[in-house]
C-alpha cells in the first residue's frame, strides 16, 4: 500500500480515540511508519534527503522505542504494509500532519494521565514525535529548494 494511504488510515485511527490504550496503539503505529517511511526515502529517496531521513528513522524509532509495544495481530501493522513511497512531497506532507495529531493526542493523554508513568511515557513520545516532525519540516523544505532549483539549473 502507498505511504499516503497508511497515512490517512493512521490518522482515521487516532482521531477515533478511545481509551489510552488504543490511542498509545496507534501513537506506536504511526511512529513505526514514519520510521518505516524514513527508511524508504534514506534508501531510495531524493540525495538530499537522506541524512534527515535516516534522522527520522532513527526518531520514530525512539518514539516507538519510549512506548509499551503494543499486541498487533498478523498484518496489523501498518508499516509492514508500506509497499511505495509515491511522491515524496506528498508523503511528507501527510506525515508531518500525522505527527502533529500524534503530539495533540499524546498532550491529551498526559493531561488525563492517572499513572506517573503513563505521564512520562507520554511526554518522551512528543519529543519523539516533536522531533520527528522537524525532521519532516526540513527535508520538506529541502524538497522545495531542490524545485526552486531546477528552473535555473535549466535556464542557465
Do not use: F, H, K, N
Not at 51 to 56: H, V
Not at 65 to 88: H, S, Y
Amino acid at each position: 500500500m502507498d505511504a499516503v494511504r497508511l497515512i490517512v488510515t493512521s490518522r482515521r485511527a487516532l482521531a477515533a480515540g478511545g481509551a489510552a490504550p488504543e490511542v498509545l496503539t496507534e501513537v506506536w503505529q504511526a511512529q513505526a511508519l514514519a520510521q518505516a517511511i524514513g527508511s524508504r526515502l534514506a534508501v531510495s529517496g531524493p540525495p538530499e534527503l537522506r541524512g534527515e531521513a535516516i534522522g527520522l528513522t532513527e526518531l520514530a524509532g525512539r518514539g516507538c522505542g519510549v512506548l509499551d509495544t503494543p499486541q498487533l495481530g498478523p498484518g496489523e501493522l501498518r508499516a509492514a504494509q508500506l509497499t511505495e513511497l509515491g511522491d515524496a512531497r506528498q508523503a511528507l506532507v501527510y506525515l508531518g500532519g500525522l505527527l502533529g495529531e500524534v503530539g495533540i493526542a499524546l498532550v491529551g493523554l498526559a493531561s488525563a494521565a492517572e499513572e506517573e508513568s503513563t505521564y512520562w511515557q507520554c511526554m518522551e513520545a512528543i519529543d519523539a514525535a516533536d522531533e520527528s516532525r522537524d525532521r519532516v519540516r526540513e527535508m520538506l523544505r529541502r524538497l522545495a529548494d531542490r524545485e526552486q532549483a531546477l528552473p535555473e539549473r535549466e535556464a542557465g
